[in-house]
């Protein structure tokens, strides 16, 4: 069965879509080298388990690590530290870890791999835009771009129907379609040629609420789809764009589940340039950057982490992922420029 869910589940970690092993450990923020080494010990037998030819093939686990923590046991860390994205405000010297491994089936091709983080750091010297210049470009080009409400979202056989054809790449049914528009917890921008939707974005909320009485607030930024006669048009962007408003807007009334938002991200193909070269318009800064900023050489990917339809042929199955991400305070500015 097709899973349209993208943050996954919480702790303990468990089987996932695409044959892996995922999980957020919540059980409180990794402040010692002894909360650390407990947390290694869950993952060294699941890592352990990855043979080849066998299934599942990957674990990935993320994880809130103080800065000390990561900087003083780098060494127990690296051989499993993918990603790290610093994180500002309510959780300033925290960073948000995320930690893989791979069976020997599923590695990345060293040629694709050299292509996609080209493809990263390239996009990562674009300008960045303005949040009207993200909006105004698909207006002008014809379409209308908006958030649906979620009452708008509810028993529309039409919509439906045309969301389910607009999705038709990730193999999501008619009723799969219907669970994503009736979740409360997805925001869903779109874009309309005439009265057809025809690229669209999700945003899906959550929060991660930890033992020791933190809650951490994401959005991630998912799923989009822009059908190929209307591709060129900043459909993508201006689609991201409106829905970091909407995050924004309910964040600053403390909607957001509750509280205000900590965190946006995207978790990139790194061999689709165009999304890579709007995520830094739309004011988002990749990890792979973001490590190398604070000193800390990370791989800054998701090796071959989820299948990806569409796009010129590859030799790998699954698709490096390249995070990136805007904290709050950068997203409050970027929403009013």
Known sequence: MTVTSSIGPQWP?????????????NRGIIVSGGHLLGLLATLEPLCGRLVHGRQPDRVSVRALITDEVLRDRLELLAPLIEVAIPLRGDFDHIWLVYLGANGPGRQSEPDELAIATGNVDTAAQRARSSCRECLERPVREGYRLTELTYASRQRNAVLQEQMTDLYGRFGWSFAQVGEILQDPNNLIAVAFADDRPVSAGIAELSAIHFSDGNT????????ASTLE??????????????????????SATGEFLGGAVDLVFGECSGYDPGVLHASQRLGRTFARVAAREHGLDFPGFLSQHVPIAGGAARKSRYHDLFPSFIVRADLEAFVVS
Do not use: C, F, N, W
């Open 229 to 250: 006669d209307h591709r060129g048009h900043g459909l993508y962007t201006g689609v991201a764009a409106t829905l970091m408003t909407a995050v924004a807007q309910r």
């Open 13 to 25: 970690p468990r089987h996932a879509s695409h044959h892996r092993i995922k999980g957020i450990d």
């Open 216 to 223: 951490l607030r994401v959005a991630e930024l998912t799923e």
